[in-house]
């Protein structure tokens, strides 16, 4: 296994349109967390599932957003009617179950114009 | 709330040299989890060292050791004869009973050869 991995690495986008990212966590680890993180600061939690199931969502996670886990292995982070403020990068992690140290991917930079 | 502070954006240090990373948290739980992740330049996060709260002995690892102060609820990173590859953007952050990460805003480490 080589890590998480995340596609794609960059995406530009227009205001308005839709995106979608992937994750693919470490194979055995059950939980995925999905997290934002601006320049200049620290990740800030969107969400995480446990196996299949969303267990938890922020604030920061409108109604634009929307994440799944359908198997329980990779997961997906749509974003409906993008807008410049969700610039940002999108980090994915994934740990045991019962594990502590979160594993992350290299990130999905999105760029909103 | 959680919170992770750490107070310091920028600190330098000569290669070679030691030097300390501040970071302080405020939580309500008994048990928890504290961590310093590194994030080098366009690369992704990864975990240079955890502390479980209940374990008194400071963790270490390698050149890199905290000093953890449970009552002060302090959390600080020292890293012993610095090499240029450690520069990097350090984060404190906290994990709660869900395991999610609480992060600080960062520190960028810089070393100067």
């Known amino acids: 296994d080589t890590g998480v991995s995340q596609d794609p690495r960059h995406k530009i986008t227009k205001r308005g349109q839709n995106v979608t990212f992937r994750c693919d966590p470490i194979?055995?680890?059950?939980?995925l967390y999905w997290y934002r993180q601006t320049l200049g600061q620290g990740p800030e939690f969107l969400t995480y599932f446990q196996n299949e199931a969303q267990l938890e969502k922020s604030r920061l996670l409108s109604d634009r957003f929307s994440a799944e886990r359908p198997k329980g292995s990779f997961s997906t982070l749509e974003i409906q009617r993008t807008e410049q403020g969700d610039s940002a990068m999108y980090l994915c992690?994934?740990?045991?179950?019962?594990?502590?140290?979160?594993?992350f991917g290299p990130g999905t930079r999105l760029t909103v114009l | 709330a959680q919170t992770v502070t750490q107070s310091q954006p920028e600190m330098s240090v000569q290669e070679a040299e030691t030097v300390t990373l501040s970071c302080t948290y405020d939580t309500s739980e008994s048990d928890y989890y504290l961590f310093w992740y590194k994030q080098p330049p366009s690369r992704q996060m990864i975990l240079v060292i955890r502390?479980?709260?209940?374990k008194q002995q400071n963790a270490t690892e390698n050149r890199f050791s905290v000093n953890f102060q449970k009552a002060a609820k302090s959390f600080s990173l020292k890293i012993s004869d610095s090499q240029l590859g450690d520069a990097a953007m350090y984060f404190c952050?906290?994990?709660?009973?869900?395991?999610?990460?609480?992060w600080g805003a960062g520190t960028k480490l810089i070393i100067k050869p």
């Open positions: 502390q479980e709260a209940y």
């Open positions: 194979s055995e680890h059950n939980r």
């Open positions: 992690a994934s740990s045991l179950k019962d594990g502590n140290e979160q594993f």
């Open positions: 952050a906290q994990s709660d009973s869900n395991y999610q990460l609480i």
